[in-house]
């Protein structure tokens, strides 16, 4: 026989039913007719033959390892059932006997007892549409246990799941058991159906491609699952989640788990007994308005790609894009997702985010601190240099602080009083981190504005006049004499400190402080 037309999931059975339907029609035919075929010498000189008063033919086969071979056409194959249906009322030509194909109707298959179902009262063998009785009875029951099971494996999933979080353990995959576990269940369920209750005709044909639905289903979505979980182990379980490496490989694990989807559903469509020729041929021609349908779409992934290859930001970083502040949530395919300041989150294209001009806060290896104090106009000028030389020893002495660039300096009078910038970069990445060390530095910075008895000015000094108490005159001749004795030792600290002097009182300031709560060694 040419099976040629026959699907891939079927032929097993169908092949069996078609002898069966073959053989009956074959005996019903007039014996002159069977004789009239053409024997094995006049075979050589004809490439096909049909039967007289029918569609029945015998072709013989010009290409494949076949060749040279007479068979019953394709079509032949597919037309079986219908010449079946038209001579069954006729008598079989050399003897009566008993119908076959009816006997193989109601007859189980070789996993179940043929005695047995014989042993049953005669309205379960049978039949009531295409099915003895006792079939549709199985094909319930077997219906029932199936997806009782398979819910059964989908809760076990769940309670190892459960079990093992609650352990503060990883171990997630009972979802993928489950998974696995009713693909293996289904593909059970169809061989007690082939074997066992040995179903055919259209039911047989509607069941098995549901089933085979249903197993692609199930494979589609343990591949997926299971190109993910292996993605989060790698990602999350040795780098933490933190690294842009960790986001790429979720992405490029979906993007190989739908190839690979994509790859089964063909080997599905061909296994079904559909070409797939057509699609193909069908995918050429539609090609270029595909692609300018979805240009978009291919846009965000390109650039979403990018985003990940270039490295710039990584899920957890802080950024500003635009003139906005917000954290990196998650890099998909198509966009990216930020959680500003106020807790909004905010979906952005790829397309249109790669865009952007966007400033990593999160990579900055050191955070920068600029202050401009207006100090009271009052001040001598040798206050003003005492304040100049405390403030840069505070700073070079600070551990949290950089040596460079870093200043202290007098940077003119402005409209309320004496204008003096602090500079320094402080060595952090957090931005919590950044305002404390920030915070101690400033208060650092105002005590020494104390100790040289100066004050601070300010915009609305006015509304406090006749109360602002004046500089104390013991101050301002302590600073005079500090500075002349800077003179006269030949030591004066301008414009900057000696560099013997800087690395001698380089981070010998104790941060935190000793008697700070968050200090672990308070004696150190």
């Not at 069977?34 to 006049?42: N, V």
């Not at 008598?91 to 109707?105: G, I, K, N, V, W």
């Not at 978009?296 to 899920?315: M, Q, S, W």
């Not at 460079?404 to 402080?426: D, H, S, T």
Request: contains cysteine; charged residues 20%.
């Amino acid at each position: 026989m040419d099976l040629s037309l026959v699907p891939n999931r079927t032929r097993t059975v169908v092949m069996m039913e078609r002898i069966i339907l073959l053989r009956e029609i074959l005996d019903r035919f007039d014996s002159k007719v069977l004789q009239a075929a053409p024997d094995h010498e006049k075979a050589q000189d004809i490439s096909y033959w049909r039967f007289a008063n029918s569609d029945l033919s015998i072709v013989r086969l010009e290409t494949g390892n076949r060749q040279g071979q007479f068979v019953f056409s394709a079509n032949t194959v597919q037309q079986l059932s219908s010449w079946y249906r038209k001579m069954e009322v006729m008598p079989y030509a050399l003897e009566s006997r008993t119908d076959y194909y009816q006997e193989f109707l109601v007859t189980p298959g070789p996993l179940f007892s043929k005695s047995l179902i014989y042993s049953l009262p005669d309205d379960f063998v049978q039949l009531y549409g295409p099915l003895p009785l006792w079939q549709w009875f199985a094909l319930l029951g077997i219906f029932v246990l199936c997806k009782l099971l398979i819910r059964v494996s989908f809760k076990l999933g769940e309670c190892w799941n459960s079990y093992w979080e609650s352990r503060g353990q990883h171990w997630q995959f009972g979802r993928l058991f489950s998974m696995l576990s009713a693909v293996v269940i289904l593909l059970v369920t169809r061989l007690v159906i082939d074997n066992g209750i040995w179903i055919t005709g259209i039911v047989y044909q509607l069941l098995s491609t549901a089933f085979l639905l249903w197993q692609f289903f199930f494979s589609a979505w343990l591949i997926m699952a299971l190109f993910n979980y292996i993605a989060m182990l790698f990602a999350y379980h040795k780098h933490g989640g933190k690294q842009v490496d960790s986001s790429l490989i979720t992405v490029l694990a979906r993007i190989f788990g739908g190839l690979t989807i994509a790859i089964l559903a063909i080997y599905v469509v061909e296994f079904m007994g559909f070409s797939i020729s057509p699609i193909v041929a069908g995918l050429g021609v539609g090609g270029l308005a595909v692609a300018l349908a979805i240009r978009p779409v291919l846009e965000n992934v390109i650039n979403g790609l990018t985003l990940y290859a270039d490295g710039g930001i990584k899920i957890g970083e802080l950024c500003r894009y635009g003139d906005k502040l917000g954290t990196i949530e998650s890099i998909g395919l198509r966009s990216t997702r930020i959680r500003t300041l106020e807790r909004s989150l905010i979906t952005i294209p790829n397309s249109e985010f790669a865009n952007m001009e966007i400033d990593n806060l999160e990579r900055r290896d050191k955070r920068r601190m600029e202050h401009t104090f207006r100090v009271r106009a009052e001040l001598t000028r040798d206050q003003l240099r005492l304040l100049l030389v405390n403030i840069r020893r505070v700073l070079l002495r600070h551990p949290q602080l950089e040596a460079e660039p870093l200043r202290a300096r007098f940077m003119g009078v402005g409209e309320y009083g004496i204008l003096v910038n602090v500079l320094a970069y402080i060595r952090c990445r957090d931005h919590d981190e950044f305002m404390a060390v920030q915070e101690d530095v400033l208060l650092m910075v105002m005590r020494q504005i104390e100790t040289v008895g100066a004050q601070l000015a300010f915009s609305n000094q006015y509304q406090f006049a006749g109360k602002v108490s004046a500089i104390d005159e013991e101050l301002k001749e302590k600073a005079s004499s500090t500075v002349k004795q800077w003179h006269e030792s030949n030591n004066y600290p301008f414009p900057d400190f000696s560099f013997e002097y800087k690395y001698e009182i380089k981070d010998t300031i104790i941060y935190p402080a000793q008697s700070s709560a968050t200090r672990k060694d308070a004696t150190a």
